[in-house]
C-alpha cells in the first residue's frame, strides 16, 4: 500500500469496482519514490476542487 492520503486500490477486485461504479476516476499508479511523491501531493489538492471526482492510488510493483 502507498503512504499517500488518497484512497488507496490493493486489488484487481476493488479496482473492477470503482471503474464500474465511477464515471469520474483518477487513479495514479506509482510508488513512493520521488518522481511519484510529487504527483500524490497535488492530486491531493486537486481532490478538493473536482468534488466530482474520485481519486485514487495504486502501487504498480
Known amino acids: 500500500m502507498l503512504y499517500t492520503n488518497l484512497k488507496h486500490i490493493e486489488t484487481a477486485a ?3 469496482q470503482i471503474i464500474s461504479d465511477n464515471d ?3 487513479l495514479i499508479c506509482g510508488r513512493m519514490g520521488p518522481l511519484c511523491i510529487p504527483v500524490y501531493r497535488i492530486a491531493e ?3 478538493d476542487k473536482y468534488s ?3 481519486f485514487y492510488d495504486m502501487e504498480y510493483d
Open 14 to 16: 476493488e479496482y473492477t
Open 24 to 26: 469520474n476516476v483518477m
Open 45 to 47: 489538492e486537486l481532490e
Open 52 to 54: 466530482h471526482v474520485k
